[in-house]
Nanobody, 124 residues
Framework: QVQLVESGGGLVQAGGSLRLSCAAS????????MAWFRQAPGKEREFVAH???????YYADSVKGRFTISRDNAKNTVYLQMNSLKPEDSAVYYC??????????????????WGQGIQVIVSL
């Protein structure tokens, strides 16, 4: 089993930055694909970013150029650096993981493990 724990969320003003961390335990994730999703109140969970085992990255259009996903396999941790935050980025952010396989990267149902989520609030 894999356990994922997010940290680093909070309240920030528009234009500011936050760095989310996702620490994994239970298994070494160097061969896993990792992703961040987010869910705002009343909305479906949406894809934010993905990083595969070789550190190739993919982003939703809404965050491209502002967010950066990265991984530190030695620490079994994935990060999401969020810059130039906007109020519409406010949501609960979730870390997700799956063994590397050919599958859609933006579909929540393709991920096997999830963190509990962490709140990000961007104020005007």
């Amino acid at each position: 089993q894999v356990q994922l724990v997010e940290s680093g969320g909070g309240l920030v003003q528009a234009g500011g930055s936050l760095r989310l961390s996702c620490a994994a335990s239970g298994r070494t994730l160097s061969s896993y694909a990792m992703a961040w999703f987010r869910q705002a109140p009343g909305k479906e969970r949406e894809f934010v970013a993905h990083i595969n085992w070789s550190a190739s990255t993919y982003y939703a259009d809404s965050v491209k150029g502002r967010f950066t996903i990265s991984r530190d396999n030695a620490k079994n941790t994935v990060y999401l650096q969020m810059n130039s935050l906007k109020p519409e980025d406010s949501a609960v952010y979730y870390c997700a993981a799956r063994p590397s396989r050919l599958a859609p990267i933006a579909a929540p149902y393709e991920y096997d493990y999830w963190g509990q989520g962490i709140q990000v609030i961007v104020s005007l």
